[in-house]
């Protein structure tokens, strides 16, 4: 009986979240992440972890050199992208549709 009431609860925090009721919904952003890491785990250049994910090569320099530090969005998106970059890939990169040839 408790995987039912845990699930009605599920239910009753979403119903609140989607009222405007932001009651159990809670989202944590680190205030801090270190960008260089990030990078270079993925093996990438500062151009090429700019373009992939949609920052100017400006912007990852001063954040990689300590002279301005990511706002909020931006640390949720790099929190994102250091736990699964893939699935940030694949939603700023759409696969292209493949035209076929006509017969």
Do not use: C, Y
């Amino acid at each position: 009986m408790a995987m039912f009431d845990d699930l009605k609860q599920g239910l009753a925090e979403v119903d609140a979240f989607l009222s405007g009721e932001h009651t159990g919904a809670k989202v944590t952003i680190p205030a801090q992440v270190d960008v260089k890491i990030i990078r270079k785990r993925l093996n990438m250049t500062q151009a090429k972890f700019a373009s992939a994910f949609g920052f100017s090569l400006d912007t990852i320099k001063h954040w990689e050199a300590g002279r301005r530090n990511p706002e909020g969005p931006a640390r949720a998106l790099l929190t994102v992208i250091s736990k699964n970059p893939k699935a940030v890939l694949s939603a700023l990169h759409p696969e292209k549709p493949k035209h076929r040839k006509a017969s």
